[in-house]
């Protein structure tokens, strides 16, 4: 990005100097951006992050549709679907006169394809399930919902932010016409991110104003960000095998580790087929909120409720869908540089606070 920054960079959609050369660095980012997700080198629209990237996906086909006469008006997600994309659906609803079928999940937090093909219909526009869950890990078998929709002609958009850069996947494995991707959850810059699409994916703009990006997202967009989110995509996926490796075994050292030094605590999400960075649990009797205050005080920096709320109050709709405790719940981040050591000190400091916060709480006495 340093290096971006003293190319004297312009307006990429000028003729000028300036302007070609932040229209050559954006146009190499972005071919690079496509071979590491599998998609096409014009199938990239840059945007300010995964939150557009997700609007983009599920408000910009139903515009398409609108657009091409395609009278479809139906789309199904996930009860665990991040925010972004449950909004966005209901928006389509709520303002456009949408269909909405909200699957469940089961305890571990998983879709069942088969649950999806009940509600699939002949009318379904978009079918909008993520692959790793932000807030407890478990992976949905999105290549098998993807054959579901090319079988029902409909487009099948995968939010993979918390996947792509951190556990494998592309187009192809993920049986996607779409997926939605943030800079920010693989190294790269804030407020970065893209749409990856297959060539017949159409969408309309959110964003108009100016044909920019082949006229699917109007405004500037910067090329120095842009140049090192794929940078840091292309890092990451060269990393991500042995930082996968490395990950798990932490995950499953702290899943243990947590239940052995702490009764009365409940961890979310399944033990395989999870992503290697998330452990979510919940400790009976302790404010979540409390919580995360005092194990910030101890050095480690989790948080409450739910990952794309943290700071509303509101308990995570993530393990409500799951039938799963809500109170007293944190989710831990494990990144490429934590260590061992580091999980069993979080561990320690876990048990230390979760006790003391408890002899405040009105716990019930365990029954003889």
């Not at 954006?26 to 951006?33: C, F, G, P, Q, T």
């Not at 487009?155 to 779409?178: I, P």
């Not at 069993?344 to 048990?351: G, L, P, S």
Request: aromatic residues 2%.
């Amino acid at each position: 990005m340093d290096d971006a920054r003293d190319l004297e960079l312009g307006d990429p959609e000028r003729a000028h100097g300036p302007g070609r050369r932040a229209h050559d660095l954006i146009d190499s980012a972005s071919r690079s951006a496509a071979s590491d997700v599998g998609a096409p080198a014009d199938g990239i629209v840059w945007t300010s992050g995964g939150t557009e990237a997700v609007h983009l996906a599920v408000l910009g086909t139903a515009r398409a549709a609108a657009i091409t006469g395609d009278t479809r008006r139906h789309v199904v997600v996930s009860a665990v679907e991040h925010s972004s994309v449950l909004r966005a659906a209901q928006r389509l609803r709520n303002e456009h006169g949408f269909e909405l079928d909200v699957v469940g999940v089961d305890g571990a937090g998983v879709v069942d394809a088969n649950d999806v093909a009940r509600v699939v219909r002949s009318d379904t526009l978009a079918i909008h399930i993520q692959h790793a869950n932000h807030e407890v890990g478990a992976i949905q078998p999105t290549f098998e919902i993807g054959q579901l929709a090319r079988e029902a002609g409909a487009l099948f958009h995968v939010d993979a932010c918390q996947s792509v850069g951190q556990v494998g996947v592309t187009l192809d494995q993920l049986g996607a016409d779409a997926i939605s991707v943030s800079a920010a959850k693989f190294g790269g810059p804030p407020g970065a991110g893209f749409l990856a699409m297959r060539p017949a994916t159409r969408i309309a703009p959110l964003l108009e104003g100016d044909q920019r990006q082949m006229s699917r997202r109007a405004g500037l967009i910067d090329p120095v960000v842009i140049a090192g989110s794929a940078v840091a995509l292309r890092i990451a996926v060269e990393r991500q095998g042995a930082e996968h490796r490395h990950r798990e075994v932490l995950r499953r050292t702290l899943r243990e580790a947590l239940i052995t030094a702490v009764d009365d605590v409940q961890i979310h999400g399944p033990l395989a087929d999870a992503h290697p960075g998330i452990v979510a649990a919940s400790a009976l009797y302790v404010d979540g909120a409390a919580l995360v205050s005092r194990l910030d005080d101890a050095g480690f920096s989790v948080h409450s409720g739910s990952s794309c709320a943290s700071t509303s109050g509101e308990p995570s709709h993530v393990l409500a869908a799951m039938g799963s405790l809500t109170h007293g719940h944190i989710r831990v981040s494990i990144g490429p540089d934590t260590s061992d050591r580091d999980i069993h000190a979080f561990a320690d400091a876990y048990a230390t606070v979760v006790s003391d916060l408890r002899q405040f709480a009105r716990r019930p006495k365990s029954p003889q």
